[in-house]
């Protein structure tokens, strides 16, 4: 959806010493990144900067500056948001109602995210020969509901069924930067957590 440019915003602040404009072209990547829920990507946050500000550097400054605060700014996908410092979880379970933005997911749900995160893009039937069942559409519903998955292209074959991708909500939602992040297989495999697929109803 493409955004209203504020004809209002005086994005240069020509008027300002250096250090001063830097420190609000800081400020303002700072409230938008409060603001928003999901990731904001490079060109959303240049909109509110000076044409010659890099966003990487402003990043990284942003970044120094919330050294000791219980948040900092993290790189989700192709976009950066605030995230809470994990040291500073008990005492928000402690006194928010955060229960609602749980993600809610039975084990065999997670099983199926972490198969398409793996090996997206894939389709249901790409799913099945995983876990040797079928996958209901309720599932695949669940996790699109949450933003967890959204579509990819649609595999080059009779019907051309849907493949499913993991989206930057899903990054967000466990704390990595990118796929890159996602651990290995084998380690999974050593810990118990993969294999499960003979767990829970669809």
């Known amino acids: ?7 209002s915003l005086d994005r240069e602040l020509a008027d300002l010493p250096p250090d001063l404009r830097w420190r609000e072209w ?9 603001a928003s829920g999901t990731p904001v990507a490079r060109d959303d946050l240049a909109r509110v900067v000076g044409q010659g ?13 919330l ?9 989700v996908g192709a976009g950066w948001m605030l995230r809470t410092r994990s040291a500073y979880a008990p005492a928000i379970r402690a006194a928010a109602d955060v229960d609602g933005q749980a993600l809610n997911l ?3 749900d997670l099983a199926v995210l ?3 995160a ?3 893009p894939i389709s249901r039937d790409g799913l099945k020969e995983i876990f040797g069942r079928e996958i209901s559409r309720d599932l695949i519903g669940r ?39 996602l651990p290995d297989p084998e380690q999974l495999a050593d810990a118990g957590l993969a294999g499960s697929s003979q767990a829970h109803d669809v």
């Open 1 to 7: 959806m493409a955004r209203r440019e504020d004809s």
């Open 26 to 34: 800081m400020r303002r990547i700072e409230a938008v990144l409060f």
């Open 53 to 65: 500000a890099s966003v990487d550097l402003l990043i990284e400054d942003l970044a120094v500056d």
């Open 67 to 75: 050294e000791g605060r219980p948040y900092d700014v993290a790189q």
């Open 106 to 108: 039975s084990e065999f």
């Open 114 to 116: 972490a198969a398409i």
């Open 118 to 120: 793996f090996h997206q």
């Open 143 to 181: 996790l699109a509901e949450r933003e967890l998955i959204g579509t990819g292209p649609r595999e080059p074959r009779r019907g051309a069924p849907y493949t499913f991708v993991t989206t930057d909500a899903f990054l967000a939602a466990f704390g990595m930067t990118s796929l890159r992040d």
